[in-house]
T-cell receptor, first 116, second 112 residues
Framework: GAVVSQHPSRVICKSGTSVKIECRSL??????MFWYRQFPKQSLMLMAT?????????EQGVEKDKFLINHASLTLSTLTVTSAHPEDSSFYIC????????????FGPGTRLTVL | QKEVEQNSGPLSVPEGAIASLNCTYS??????FFWYRQYSGKSPELIMS????GDKEDGRFTAQLNKASQYVSLLIRDSQPSDSATYLC????????????FGAGTRLAVHP
């Protein structure tokens, strides 16, 4: 149990375009999901907490108008990077708390975004 | 500011040896502690969770927790080259619902 998927696994886009990343909990429901960003050789940086049926909670310094989060259902959260620029190139990873252990987070496989 | 500190490494150990990874945290109210393994280019994978003081063993892995010292460790016995990865220590954030605070990770290299 506690399997989280992400799509796409890798995306290359031109500067100025928008990219949508999907995060799904496959065998459990998740009212909360977390979005992280990780630059090379650095640790995970929490960007926002996605809440099903309500607005996402963004961490300090994260632009909510640039990183749009929608938690459409109990198994799906999406992150849209709007007007992407090269500095947005990073590894984006989502996670969800397990249904049996809500303080344990299970990670999706991540999405490698490269903005040209 | 709540912090989780880890030695960045690399920690280099010979195959078959015991690898010892350490972590300290600043939030005294934290109740849940986790070790994740992250291979290069991959996402973190949960290895161990620990909630009470003392040791918790799972196969070749032993997590140790000392809340008074605000210290968590992970021991890997009979280290294998496949254990070479970055190990992330994570601590529950008392200020946020189910949020975790991650350390920067310790890179472990097990050489044959």
């Amino acid at each position: 149990g506690a399997v989280v998927s992400q799509h796409p696994s890798r995306v290359i886009c031109k500067s100025g375009t928008s990219v949508k990343i999907e995060c799904r909990s496959l065998d459990f429901q998740a009212t909360t999901m977390f979005w992280y960003r990780q630059f090379p050789k650095q640790s995970l940086m929490l960007m926002a907490t996605s809440n099903e049926g309500s607005k996402a909670t963004y961490e300090q310094g994260v632009e909510k108008d640039k990183f749009l989060i929608n938690h459409a259902s109990l198994t799906l959260s999406t992150l849209t990077v709007t007007s992407a620029h090269p500095e947005d190139s990073s590894f984006y990873i989502c996670s969800a708390p397990g249904s049996g252990s809500p303080d344990t987070q299970y990670f999706g496989p991540g999405t490698r975004l490269t903005v040209l | 500011q709540k912090e989780v500190e880890q030695n960045s490494g690399p920690l280099s150990v010979p195959e078959g040896a015991i690898a010892s990874l350490n972590c300290t945290y600043s939030d005294r109210g934290s109740q849940s502690f986790f070790w994740y393994r992250q291979y290069s280019g991959k996402s973190p994978e949960l290895i161990m969770s620990i909630y009470s003081n003392g040791d918790k063993e799972d196969g070749r892995f032993t997590a140790q927790l000392n809340k008074a010292s605000q210290y968590v460790s992970l021991l890997i016995r009979d280290s294998q080259p496949s254990d070479s990865a970055t190990y992330l220590c994570a601590v529950s954030d008392t200020g946020g619902y189910n949020k975790l605070i991650f350390g920067a990770g310790t890179r472990l290299a097990v050489h044959p």
